[in-house]
C-alpha cells in the first residue's frame, strides 16, 4: 500500500458508511490485544514495521466509512516502527507498548502534525510540540499512527459536530461513536489500533467507549499530565485511554504512569449505585449493565451512601459540573467568540453562548460547593470499594438525533448521554468503562468508580467479569 506521509482528511460530510449501515469492522472477529502484541514482539512472531504496516492497511480500508481519522502520519510511523526494532534488536526493551501502533486525540498536540481541535479556528495549524502525555507514548516506545476526529474543541459528547466531519460507530455507521473523543473508540472498535488517547472532561472518553463496545479509562484528575493539551475546562479535563479489554487499559496505564496503580488483595466489595439513577435510563441497558455485573461477580447490593441517598444531590453535583464547565470553556472562547463566532460548527456556537451567559457568582458558588462535595465523596465508599452503574443510559443514538425517548419519554440526547459520567469529573475520580451486555445488537457499558489511589480495585473488578465471559 502506498500511504502519503500526512494523509489530512477533508473536514467534509461526503464521507458516508456504505448503503447496507456496517462496514467490514462490524464483521472483523475482536482484534489483537496490546498483551497479544507485545507477546509477538517479544517473542519474535512480528515487528513493531510489521504491525505498523498492517494498521496503515487497516485505516485505508476501513476509515473512509468511519472518518475516525485526521491524520494518518504513515512517514513518522514507519520511522518510529524501525526505531523500535533497531532498539529491540540492540537489546533494548522499553516495555510493553514498544513497539505498539496507538492514535492521539486531535485535542492532544502531536509535534509536527495538523492540531485542529476540530474546529475552522485551527484550519491548517501544526503543532509545533508534543503534549506531555504524547511524550510518555514516545518514552514508552509507542507508535503514534496518527490523530483522531474530535468534537468541535471536545464541547459535545455526541462526536458529531467536527470539521472533519462526524466519526462513526463501527457496529452501525449510521450512528454516534459518542463524544467527544469519538474517533479514538471507533479507532480502536474497529481494529485500527489497539490503542487511543483521549480527554474527558464530563465522559468523553467514558461515553465512546460504551457506545462503540472498548474499555475507556478515566484516571484520577491529572495523573495523566494535561500539559499541552487544548483546554475544554481546565479543571474537570482528564487524559484517558481506549483499548479493547480493561487490562490493555491498564498495561497502558502502568507503562505511562509506572506507579499509578497499587497491588490488589482480596476480592473488592461492589455496591450497585442507585442514588444516581434518578437521571432517566432505559431499563433495557440498566438490566444488561446489572446482569453482567452479577453474572461476574455475584449477586450485589443497592447502595445509598450516607448523605448521598437522596437522589437531589446528584442533581445539585451536575448543576455544579455544569456551571464549571460552562465557566471555563466560556473564558477558554472569549476571543474567538466576540471575534469570529462564524467560524464556529452552530451547535457548538449556541452551547458556548449559553455558556458565555453564566453569571460569575454561579462560578464562584460552583467552585465552594464542588469542595465540599470532594469531601462528602468518601461517604460513597462506606459500604463498598467500587461503585457500579451503567456508562450510557442508552444505546448508540443515530447520527444527528438530539432527542431520544428513555422508556417512553422524549430526553435530550446530550443530557442523558453526560446524565452517568460528569459527576466523576467534578469530584475527580477514577471510573473505567467496560463492555456489558448488548442490547438491541448495541453495546453498553458497565461503569465502575473507586476512590483515587484504588484504581487496581477498578482493575480486579473488570477482570472478574472478563474471566466469567472466557468460562
Same mark, same amino acid.
Given at each position: 500500500?502506498?500511504?502519503?506521509?500526512?494523509? /489530512?482528511?477533508?473536514?467534509?460530510?461526503?464521507?458516508?458508511?456504505? @448503503?447496507?449501515?456496517?462496514?467490514? @469492522?462490524? =464483521?472483523?472477529?475482536?482484534?489483537?490485544?496490546?498483551?497479544?502484541? @507485545?507477546?509477538?514482539?517479544?517473542?519474535?512472531?512480528?515487528?513493531?514495521?510489521?504491525?505498523?504496516?498492517?494498521?496503515?492497511?487497516?485505516?485505508?480500508?476501513?476509515?473512509?466509512?468511519?472518518? $475516525?481519522?485526521?491524520?494518518?502520519?504513515?512517514?513518522?510511523?514507519?520511522?518510529?516502527?524501525?526505531?523500535?526494532?533497531?532498539?529491540?534488536?540492540?537489546?533494548?526493551?522499553?516495555?510493553?507498548?514498544?513497539?505498539?501502533?496507538?492514535?492521539?486525540?486531535?485535542? +492532544?498536540?502531536?509535534?509536527?502534525?495538523?492540531?485542529?481541535?476540530?474546529?475552522?479556528?485551527?484550519?491548517?495549524?501544526?503543532?509545533?510540540?508534543?503534549?506531555?502525555?504524547?511524550?510518555?507514548?514516545?518514552?514508552?516506545?509507542?507508535?503514534?499512527?496518527?490523530? /483522531?476526529?474530535?468534537?468541535?474543541?471536545?464541547?459535545?459528547?455526541?462526536?458529531?459536530?467536527?470539521?472533519?466531519?462526524?466519526?462513526?460507530?463501527?457496529?452501525?455507521?449510521?450512528?454516534?461513536?459518542?463524544?467527544?473523543?469519538?474517533?479514538?473508540?471507533?479507532?480502536?472498535?474497529?481494529?485500527?489500533?489497539?490503542?487511543?488517547?483521549? /480527554?474527558?472532561?464530563?465522559?468523553?472518553?467514558?461515553?465512546?467507549? @460504551?457506545?462503540?463496545?472498548?474499555?475507556?479509562?478515566?484516571?484520577?484528575?491529572?495523573?495523566?499530565?494535561?500539559?499541552?493539551? %487544548?483546554?475544554?475546562?481546565?479543571? &474537570?479535563?482528564?487524559?484517558? &485511554?481506549?483499548?479493547?479489554?480493561?487490562?490493555?487499559?491498564?498495561?497502558?496505564?502502568? $507503562?505511562?504512569?509506572?506507579?499509578?496503580?497499587?497491588? *490488589?488483595?482480596?476480592?473488592?466489595?461492589?455496591?450497585?449505585?442507585?442514588?444516581?439513577?434518578?437521571?432517566?435510563?432505559?431499563?433495557?441497558?440498566?438490566?444488561?449493565?446489572?446482569?453482567? &455485573?452479577? $453474572?461476574?461477580?455475584?449477586? +450485589?447490593?443497592?447502595?445509598?451512601?450516607?448523605?448521598?441517598?437522596?437522589?437531589?444531590?446528584? =442533581?445539585? +453535583?451536575?448543576?455544579?459540573?455544569?456551571? +464549571?464547565?460552562?465557566?471555563?470553556?466560556?473564558?477558554?472562547?472569549?476571543?474567538? &467568540?466576540?471575534?469570529?463566532?462564524?467560524?464556529?460548527?452552530?451547535?457548538?456556537?449556541?452551547?458556548?453562548?449559553?455558556?458565555?451567559?453564566?453569571?460569575?457568582?454561579?462560578?464562584?458558588?460552583?467552585?465552594?460547593?464542588?469542595?465540599?462535595?470532594?469531601?462528602?465523596?468518601?461517604?460513597?465508599?462506606?459500604?463498598? =470499594?467500587?461503585?457500579?452503574?451503567?456508562?450510557?443510559?442508552?444505546?448508540?443514538?443515530?447520527?444527528?438525533?438530539?432527542?431520544?425517548?428513555? =422508556?417512553?419519554?422524549?430526553?435530550?440526547?446530550?443530557?442523558?448521554?453526560?446524565?452517568?459520567?460528569?459527576?466523576?469529573?467534578?469530584?475527580?475520580?477514577?471510573?473505567?468503562?467496560?463492555?456489558?451486555?448488548?442490547?438491541?445488537?448495541?453495546?453498553?457499558?458497565?461503569?465502575?468508580?473507586?476512590?483515587?489511589? *484504588?484504581?487496581?480495585?477498578? %482493575?480486579?473488578?473488570?477482570?472478574?467479569?472478563?474471566?466469567?465471559?472466557?468460562?
Amino acid at each position: 500500500m502506498t500511504t502519503p506521509s500526512k494523509a /489530512t482528511v477533508s473536514p467534509t460530510p461526503s464521507r458516508t458508511a456504505p @448503503a447496507s449501515g456496517r462496514t467490514a @469492522a462490524a =464483521d472483523r472477529a475482536r482484534p489483537p490485544t496490546i498483551t497479544d502484541l @507485545a507477546r509477538d514482539l517479544r517473542e519474535g512472531r512480528t515487528t513493531a514495521t510489521e504491525l505498523v504496516r498492517r494498521t496503515l492497511d487497516t485505516i485505508a480500508d476501513l476509515d473512509p466509512g468511519l472518518n $475516525a481519522f485526521v491524520t494518518v502520519d504513515a512517514a513518522g510511523a514507519e520511522a518510529a516502527a524501525r526505531r523500535a526494532d533497531r532498539e529491540r534488536a540492540e537489546g533494548t526493551d522499553r516495555g510493553p507498548l514498544h513497539g505498539v501502533p496507538v492514535a492521539v486525540k486531535d485535542l +492532544v498536540p502531536v509535534a509536527g502534525l495538523p492540531s485542529t481541535m476540530g474546529s475552522r479556528h485551527f484550519s491548517g495549524h501544526v503543532a509545533r510540540d508534543d503534549a506531555a502525555c504524547v511524550r510518555l507514548l514516545r518514552e514508552a516506545g509507542a507508535v503514534v499512527v496518527g490523530t /483522531t476526529t474530535t468534537h468541535e474543541f471536545a464541547y459535545g459528547p455526541t462526536g458529531d459536530r467536527s470539521a472533519n466531519g462526524a466519526s462513526r460507530n463501527p457496529l452501525d455507521p449510521e450512528r454516534m461513536s459518542g463524544g467527544s473523543s469519538g474517533g479514538s473508540a471507533t479507532a480502536v472498535a474497529a481494529g485500527m489500533v489497539p490503542l487511543a488517547i483521549g /480527554t474527558d472532561t464530563g465522559g468523553s472518553v467514558r461515553i465512546p467507549a @460504551a457506545l462503540c463496545g472498548v474499555a475507556g479509562f478515566k484516571p484520577a484528575y491529572a495523573a495523566i499530565p494535561g500539559d499541552g493539551v %487544548f483546554p475544554l475546562s481546565r479543571t &474537570l479535563d482528564h487524559v484517558g &485511554l481506549f483499548a479493547q479489554t480493561a487490562e490493555d487499559c491498564l498495561t497502558a496505564y502502568q $507503562a505511562l504512569v509506572p506507579d499509578g496503580v497499587s497491588s *490488589s488483595a482480596g476480592a473488592p466489595r461492589v455496591g450497585w449505585l442507585t442514588s444516581l439513577m434518578s437521571a432517566a435510563c432505559d431499563p433495557r441497558v440498566v438490566r444488561a449493565v446489572r446482569g453482567s &455485573l452479577e $453474572a461476574g461477580i455475584g449477586p +450485589v447490593a443497592d447502595v445509598r451512601a450516607p448523605s448521598w441517598d437522596d437522589g437531589s444531590a446528584w =442533581d445539585e +453535583v451536575r448543576a455544579a459540573f455544569s456551571a +464549571v464547565q460552562s465557566s471555563e470553556a466560556a473564558a477558554v472562547h472569549a476571543d474567538r &467568540l466576540a471575534h469570529a463566532p462564524d467560524l464556529f460548527d452552530p451547535e457548538v456556537l449556541d452551547r458556548l453562548r449559553h455558556a458565555a451567559a453564566v453569571p460569575g457568582w454561579r462560578y464562584v458558588r460552583a467552585m465552594a460547593d464542588r469542595e465540599r462535595f470532594i469531601a462528602r465523596a468518601g461517604a460513597l465508599f462506606e459500604r463498598c =470499594d467500587v461503585l457500579a452503574l451503567p456508562t450510557v443510559p442508552v444505546t448508540a443514538p443515530r447520527l444527528g438525533e438530539r432527542t431520544v425517548r428513555i =422508556d417512553g419519554v422524549p430526553t435530550p440526547v446530550r443530557g442523558a448521554l453526560l446524565s452517568l459520567t460528569s459527576s466523576w469529573n467534578l469530584l475527580g475520580l477514577p471510573a473505567l468503562s467496560v463492555p456489558a451486555a448488548p442490547v438491541g445488537g448495541l453495546p453498553t457499558g458497565l461503569q465502575l468508580i473507586a476512590r483515587p489511589g *484504588s484504581e487496581h480495585l477498578l %482493575f480486579t473488578t473488570a477482570f472478574s467479569l472478563g474471566k466469567s465471559e472466557q468460562e
